[in-house]
Every structure is written in structure tokens, then in C-alpha cells.
């Protein structure tokens, strides 16, 4: 039959997270692949960029669909859940959970409708849309889930995991010029960023980032710190 359009994951999907378990990703494409007895060159297939499958595509936006109408959750990498309005969705047993349905939730709607987007339904966005507009409507709203995706990603990291990312930025950034250009200080329990960098000339710098506006007068008070305390980078001594 083909890999499923991505809105006919949705019911299955739910379906199959309705035990209140916490699934991995891999458990919920062998469910897919068993429910819609695909076979390995439905699974194989790839999309014309050649970068992705078909099925990884459609199962990777139904979760993104779902999770953005507050059906399922995502409460580690990789792991999925239902929550408790999926677990009324799947009482209710409509006959499809497509976009139109999802629609009900304001979540949902304003993933799928910007706020500075025209309030049009979706039948004269299509009448309307030209190639191009419907090609970057859809390239902005990967963007904005790929987004939301990093952040919570960030979100889930520990302090010393989230500092030591914020020092590879920055050492990607330019900020470091050799390998090892970036190390984080001794940890200090202070809830901030702090970190060597090595610039230009392998000159240390201090990087000091407080964990709020003004949480640190003594940071923004040290020289080259940014406005109302939001952190410095400067030369160690």
C-alpha cells in the first residue's frame, strides 16, 4: 500500500501510546511498519532530495502534529507519551485525525497559522497560495519546529551539560581558533556560565554569563560586561 500520508499516523500512533507508556522512536516505527504491513522498500524509499525516507519524513511531522495540538509529549529524547487530551481523543474514536481536526486546538492552530499570517481558512490559502508562497510557508514552518525542537532539546540539559554547549557555540562562533580553544571553569553552583575561551593569539578570555538580568552586580559591573548585567566577554589577566 505504500508509505501512509503523515495524517494517517496520527490515530495509530496514538492509538499505540494509549497504554500510558513511555515509547521510544524505534517501537513506534515498528508499530508502523507493522500496523501498515509496510515492507523494507516502503521503509527504504527516499524522498526526491534523497536525504530522508518517505516513512522517517511522515512519522517525524505526525509527531511534530500531534505533539504541537498537546496529544502526545516528549518527555526525554527520543521518548514519547500520551497526555491526558490524547487519552480523550482516543475515547472519542473519530474516523480520522487529520489537520481540520487538530484545528479545535489553539496550540495547534497557531503552529499552523503565525500570528502575522492572514486569519484565511485553509481552503482559500490553497486557492491563493502560488508555488513559491506555499514553498516558504512550509520552509518557515519547518524552521519554527526545528525551533521549538532545539529548544527543548536545551532544556532538558543539566548545568554543567548546557555550559559546556554554550562554550562550543561560542568556540564555533570564532571565538576559539585552535582545538580545546574553549574549557569551562572549576563548577561553582552559582546557576551562571562561566568559561575560558581562547581567542586570537590564544589570549584567555573570560566568558561570564549570569543565569538572569542582574542576578550578578559583580559581573556587571566587571569590565566589557553587557547592559543591566547580561553577562561579558574579556581579557583574563
Known sequence: MGVPKYFEIHKPLLQFLSDGATHSLKEIKEFIINYFHLTD??????????RQTYFA???????T??????????????????????KKVVQEDPPVIDN???MRYDSFKAFTQPADAQTNTAQNEDDSETPDDALENAFNKINQSLADDILSEVMKLSPTAFEKMVLD???????????NAATTTSITGDEGIDGIIFSVGRHPAWLLLPPSVGAHPSIA????????????????A
Open 57 to 63: 519524513n511522515r512519522v517525524g511531522w505526525a509527531r
Open 221 to 236: 559591573g566587571a569590565p566589557g560586561a553587557g547592559r543591566q548585567g547580561r553577562g561579558c566577554l574579556r581579557r583574563a
Open 169 to 179: 557555540l561560542m568556540a564555533k562562533m570564532g571565538y576559539g581558533t585552535f582545538a
Open 65 to 86: 502534529y500531534l505533539k504541537k495540538a498537546g496529544l502526545i509529549d516528549s518527555p526525554a529524547k527520543g521518548m514519547f507519551c500520551i497526555t491526558a487530551e490524547g
Open 100 to 102: 481540520n481536526y487538530l
Open 41 to 50: 522498500a516502503d521503509v527504504s524509499e527516499l524522498l526526491p532530495s534523497g
